[in-house]
């Protein structure tokens, strides 16, 4: 088994700000996704990567940046906080394939104040 | 845009009776995949049945797919507490061998003691 770790738990931010979220896999996947929950929706994809170094614009990529720097890392970064945001982001890994399945994170919860 | 959609947003049981799920969705399809999200935790993978599967057991689950009427369904036998989560059914429909899933918004299920 493996597990996927993301960093930090919880991110309080202010207005404007740069800030940056962390996910880690250990399973030895190729493929890791970015998605963000809004309280009570779906999961949306932001960005995904299918290889190291590879990066690909999901359906609300408008306002972040990521980073594939390894295999196992996978960064997001949102441009500019907007203020009263609060969501939940999750990272999710996958072998590369048609209709796999995808391991998620815990999530990092976000709050603009 | 195409969405594995679930039929309702909530549903309320008490412990021991079944419940049922349903997704439908617009397009054909080769697979989809049922998830479960509980409460701080990401989702997690409970079933993926394909389009030649007409159903899918996993102990007191049972997924159904429907490709003439595009439709599924995820019924939970002997419900308990912990079942209580948020379950999502999701797809690929790109075809392009990306991993890429499009999540429903989810039917939100309580069970109670």
């Known amino acids: 088994g493996g597990i996927i770790t993301q960093t930090p738990k919880f991110l309080i931010g202010q207005e404007g700000q740069k800030l940056t979220l962390k996910c880690q896999q250990n399973?030895?996947?190729?493929?890791m996704y970015w998605y963000r929950q809004d309280s009570g929706k779906g999961l949306r994809l932001i960005y995904y990567?299918?290889?190291?170094?590879?990066?690909q614009k999901g359906d609300l990529s408008e306002g972040y940046d990521a980073s594939r720097e390894k295999k196992s890392s996978f960064s997001l970064t949102v441009t500019s906080a907007q203020k009263n945001e609060m969501a939940v982001f999750l990272c999710a890994s996958s072998i590369l394939g048609y209709q796999d399945t995808q391991y998620f994170g815990p999530g990092t919860r976000l709050l603009v104040l | 845009s195409q969405l594995a959609e679930e039929n309702l947003w909530a549903l309320s049981v008490h412990e021991g009776e079944s419940v049922t799920v349903n997704c439908s969705y617009k397009?054909?399809?080769?697979?989809l995949q049922w998830y479960r999200q509980k409460s701080g935790e990401g989702p997690a993978q409970l079933i993926l049945?394909?389009?030649?599967?007409r159903e899918k057991r996993n102990g007191r689950l049972r997924a159904t797919l429907d490709t003439s009427s595009q439709s599924s369904s995820l019924s939970i036998t002997a419900t308990r507490c912990e079942d209580t989560a948020v379950y999502f059914c999701a797809t690929d429909f790109t075809g392009a061998n990306t991993g890429k899933l499009t999540f429903g918004h989810g039917t939100i299920l309580r069970v109670h003691p």
């Open positions: 049945i394909r389009s030649n599967e």
């Open positions: 399973f030895n996947h190729d493929t």
């Open positions: 397009t054909s399809i080769t697979a």
């Open positions: 990567s299918i290889t190291e170094n590879d990066l």
